[in-house]
């Protein structure tokens, strides 16, 4: 419903802010990371959201990445996990790290989210590997094929990508750009992140 809110920064509390637009104070509940690299109060800010409805609650919640509103999309499918404990989940983790967790089966790295268990972890793991597979998951395009044959780090890369709801085309032309050589799974992420937010 709301893609964003942009607006005068008006109260911060240590789960929510407020966004004056136009006179309108919207309620918008953020993860303690997105919390802390928000500007002061009173400085215009703009926040990506999501428009939560339940049968007893309306909320939106807040991010200040695409990458992170994706990440919270996809927690909120999995079978057991709230709106409350996707944002809680972002708190401790990157949708880099996120990702790659995901790809690689690392339950280890998921438990040492609070409120994740062993069990949930590998729901998390399980569903959206799942749902990863459906949407044709593993880009193979020509083009970089040829550029980075041999190049695991790269597959891995595309694969968390995808988990971040990027499309074929928009990975592609991310990195089409790039110099992958040498390059981690998370260093070729980071960097197509930022192109990808151009």
């Known amino acids: 419903m709301y893609a964003y809110i942009k607006g005068t920064l008006e109260e911060k509390t240590k ?9 309108i104070g919207y309620r918008i509940y953020l993860s303690e990371q997105s919390m802390s690299k928000l500007g002061d109060l009173g400085e215009v800010v703009k926040v990506y959201t999501h428009y939560h409805v339940r049968e007893d609650n309306i909320s939106l919640y807040g991010f200040l990445s695409n990458e992170e509103l994706k990440m919270f999309e996809l927690l909120i499918q999995v079978s057991g996990i709230g709106a409350k404990t996707a944002i809680t989940m972002l708190s401790s983790i990157t949708p880099s790290q996120f990702a790659i967790a995901i790809i690689s089966n690392d339950i280890k790295t998921l438990t040492k989210i609070p409120g994740v268990g062993s069990k949930s972890a590998q729901r998390i793991v399980l569903e959206l590997k799942d749902k990863l597979k459906t949407e044709d998951a593993i880009v193979k395009d020509q083009e970089i094929e040829e550029k980075v044959i041999n190049n695991e780090n790269t597959d891995e890369a595309i694969q ?5 709801g990027y499309n074929k ?5 991310a990195l089409d750009k790039l110099d992958l050589n ?9 960097a197509a992140l930022k192109k990808l937010a151009r």
């Open 15 to 23: 789960e929510s802010i407020v966004i004056d637009v136009g006179g």
């Open 160 to 164: 968390a990508l995808q988990i971040l």
């Open 169 to 173: 085309g928009e990975i592609t032309k």
């Open 182 to 190: 040498g390059l981690s799974t998370e260093d070729i992420i980071k």
